[in-house]
């Protein structure tokens, strides 16, 4: 059973730039949510993706977007970058009502906006 | 608004001792409640969950308990051992009937530091 893979790691933009994180979510898994951890702080949540639709989403503008695939895989996709979007990108897989069983995170990706 | 908090940023407890990680809510319609808990460089790991029906819930060498009346949960570890050292977050649930999501709302954290 593969967990949840995140790319890339770490990533360096310039703000005003646009920038797409991966996520393949865990086998199994029919639910993507994608969370922002700014230092210090607990992960906030985004938005979260069911069955390739949006499914709930957090107070974030609407330059953040995302996708999610047949495969239940997902991206994230920040324009217009701002200095403060700089944070830890956690993407989290889990099965539509299993509250219960948490929700797999994968290791995230650093995003640094200079 | 900070819905859940965890108002300890640190702790430090001897190996072998208890440790105990405490969680304030502020809503009463979260249903459910979660512990995570994150070594640096790495995503949070489900460690535990209750439902707001019930009152403990134990896995292991942790017990969560549940004080719905105080809005209040903590996290018991025992015994404490050096590779708990990690930071621990609360996190609850909230159904959005808007969109149907378990979101998760998550504390600040607090670091546990076990000393060998």
């Known amino acids: 059973e593969t967990g949840v893979t995140q790319s890339p790691t770490h990533l360096i933009k310039t703000r005003g730039q646009q920038v797409t994180l991966r996520c393949s979510s865990q086998s199994g898994h029919n639910t993507v949510s994608w969370y922002q951890q700014a230092l210090g702080q607990g992960p906030q949540f985004i938005f979260q993706y069911y069955r390739e639709e949006e499914n709930g989403r957090g107070n974030f503008p609407p330059r953040f977007s995302g996708l999610q695939f047949p495969n239940y895989s997902s991206e994230l996709n920040v324009n217009a970058l701002e200095l403060d979007d700089s944070a830890l990108y956690l993407c989290?897989?889990?099965?539509?009502?299993?509250?219960?069983?948490?929700?797999?995170f994968g290791s995230g990706t650093r995003l640094t906006v200079v | 608004d900070q819905q859940v908090k965890q108002n300890s940023p640190s702790l430090s407890v001897q190996e072998g001792r208890i440790s105990i990680l405490n969680c304030d809510y502020t809503?009463?319609?979260?249903?459910?409640f979660l512990w995570y808990k994150k070594y640096p460089a790495e995503g949070p790991t489900f460690l535990i969950s209750i439902s707001s029906i019930k009152d403990k819930n134990e896995d292991g060498r942790f017990t969560v308990f549940l004080n719905k009346s105080a809005k209040h949960l903590s996290l018991h570890i025992v015994p404490s051992q050096p590779g708990d050292s990690a930071v621990y977050f609360c996190?609850?649930?909230?159904?959005?009937?808007?969109?149907?999501?378990?979101?998760?709302?998550f504390g600040t954290g607090t670091l546990l530091a076990v000393q060998p």
């Open positions: 996190a609850a649930s909230a159904i959005d009937y808007g969109g149907a999501t378990n979101k998760l709302i």
């Open positions: 989290a897989s889990s099965f539509k009502g299993a509250i219960n069983y948490g929700y797999t």
């Open positions: 809503n009463s319609m979260f249903d459910y």
